[in-house]
């Protein structure tokens, strides 16, 4: 159990171009879920908390009108990377809170962004 | 930010040995949770630990925790291959609602 998904794994795209990645939760609700950024052998860092009906809430320095969150269903986040440039190219990971266990999060398999 | 360190930054260790990582942390926390990553992929749960906990075991894992001196270990005992990953722990603050807040994590390597 505990099973989240991403979509896509890789995406290549030009500068300019915006870019959508999916974040489902496959066997449970999650009322929120995370994403996050990660460079090459660096930690993770979160970007933002993911509510189901509401705004997300970002962290400091993350431009919320860069980086568009929706959380329309109790399994589905959206990270949306609008007007991507090269220094957006990045690892983004989603996870996905459990709150029948003591609010562990699981993670999704990560989308490798490369902008051109 | 960052709220933990991690050390060593790197381990190599031949396969069969016992790999110790230590975690560090600067606030009080709720629960300290250990992941594992391989390289390019997502993290996978391992373990969590809450504040009113010393030890914890988890099949070849053994995590302690040490409230008094804000810092966790993460030991896998008996070493296989395919234990070569980055391991991250991560807090839930006290007060802090639920993100977690990962240290700068360890680079295992275990070599045949």
């Known amino acids: 159990g505990a099973v989240v998904s991403q979509h896509p794994s890789r995406v290549i795209c030009k500068s300019g171009t915006s870019v959508k990645i999916e974040c489902r939760s496959l066997?449970?609700?999650?009322?929120?879920m995370f994403w996050y950024r990660q460079f090459p052998k660096q930690s993770l860092m979160l970007m933002a908390t993911s509510n189901e009906g509401s705004k997300a809430t970002y962290e400091q320095g993350v431009e919320k009108d860069k980086f568009l969150i929706n959380h329309a269903s109790l399994t589905l986040s959206t990270l949306t990377v609008t007007s991507a440039h090269p220094e957006d190219s990045s690892f983004y990971i989603c996870s996905a809170e459990w709150l029948a266990g003591d609010n562990e999060q699981f993670f999704g398999p990560g989308t490798r962004l490369t902008v051109l | 930010s960052q709220q933990g360190e991690e050390d060593p930054q790197a381990l190599s260790i031949q396969e069969g040995e016992n790999a110790t990582m230590n975690c560090s942390y600067k606030?009080?926390?709720?629960?300290l949770q250990w992941y594992r990553q391989n390289s390019g992929r997502g993290l996978v749960h391992l373990i969590l630990?809450?504040?009113?906990?010393r030890e914890k075991h988890s099949g070849r894992l053994r995590v302690t925790l040490d409230t008094s001196k804000k810092s966790s270990s993460l030991l896998i005992t008996a070493s296989r291959a395919a234990d070569t990953a980055s391991y991250f722990c991560a807090t839930i603050l006290a007060g802090g609602g639920n993100k977690l807040t990962f240290g700068t994590g360890t680079q295992l390597k275990v070599e045949l």
């Open positions: 606030t009080s926390i709720n629960n």
């Open positions: 630990i809450r504040s009113n906990e």
């Open positions: 066997d449970f609700q999650a009322t929120t």
